[in-house]
T-cell receptor, first 112, second 114 residues
Framework: AQSVTQLGSHVSVSEGALVLLRCNYS??????LFWYVQYPNQGLQLLLK??????LVKGINGFEAEFKKSETSFHLTKPSAHMSDAAEYFC??????????FGAGTRLTVKP | GAGVSQSPSNKVTEKGKDVELRCDPI?????LYWYRQRLGQGLEFLIY????????KSGLPSDRFSAERTGESVSTLTIQRTQQEDSAVYLC????????????FGPGTRLTVL
């Protein structure tokens, strides 16, 4: 069965610092992987997705993620954090079915 | 419609009452999903529809929870004999049903059980 583990329920960085949010997946087939973001009091929206094309995927707001099959990882990064990046981030995996399973989420705090 | 809509946006009910939550997916989307998000926690998968059938009901927490979908459109999540631990935001999402296509989320229904 497909599943996702997000390491770290809370991550705090200073403005301008590197953002690294970790996601490891489990899937019996080559997966499709997603990162969603939930800003305070808003719904979830897609940041980026991997669907077996390029292993480095670029998303909105300067975020990117790299698919590493050998590590079963899909970590989300951004070179320089901005205050507006403060939000909850969810990693998700979809395998041979068209459903999707989400991780527990990582809350990102950006300090001035 | 332009996006996924859910109603009501907020629902306050007394313990033991039944509640019905509604989701209107994006027109043409065959797949529909229900999730629960407790305060400060992640997304908990409840149930998934492909068309009007539910291939995966594994996430429903108890037999007090049920869901249906008609006309490959609107879905209703019903919680019977609500308990305080049912308090959460209930999120609905829809997608085209093809693997790898993103899910589009509604704004959620905030349920408070007193």
């Amino acid at each position: 069965a497909q599943s996702v583990t997000q390491l770290g329920s809370h991550v705090s960085v200073s403005e301008g610092a590197l953002v690294l949010l970790r996601c490891n997946y489990s899937s019996s087939v080559p997966p499709y992987l997603f990162w969603y973001v939930q800003y305070p009091n808003q719904g979830l929206q897609l940041l980026l997705k991997y669907t077996s094309a390029a292993t480095l995927v670029k998303g909105i707001n300067g975020f990117e993620a790299e698919f590493k099959k050998s590590e079963t990882s899909f970590h989300l990064t951004k070179p320089s954090a901005h205050m507006s990046d403060a939000a909850e981030y969810f990693c998700a995996v979809s395998d041979k079915h068209d459903d999707m399973r989400f991780g527990a989420g990582t809350r990102l705090t950006v300090k001035p | 419609g332009a996006g996924v809509s859910q109603s009501p946006s907020n629902k306050v009910t007394e313990k033991g009452k039944d509640v019905e939550l509604r989701c209107d997916p994006i027109s043409g989307h065959t797949a529909l999903y229900w999730y629960r998000q407790r305060l400060g926690q992640g997304l908990e998968f409840l149930i998934y529809f492909q068309g009007n059938s539910a291939p995966d009901k594994s996430g429903l927490p108890s037999d007090r929870f049920s869901a249906e979908r008609t006309g490959e459109s609107v879905s209703t999540l019903t919680i019977q004999r609500t308990q305080q631990e049912d308090s959460a935001v209930y999120l609905c999402a829809s997608s085209s049903g093809f693997r790898g296509h993103e899910q589009f989320f509604g704004p959620g229904t905030r349920l408070t059980v007193l």
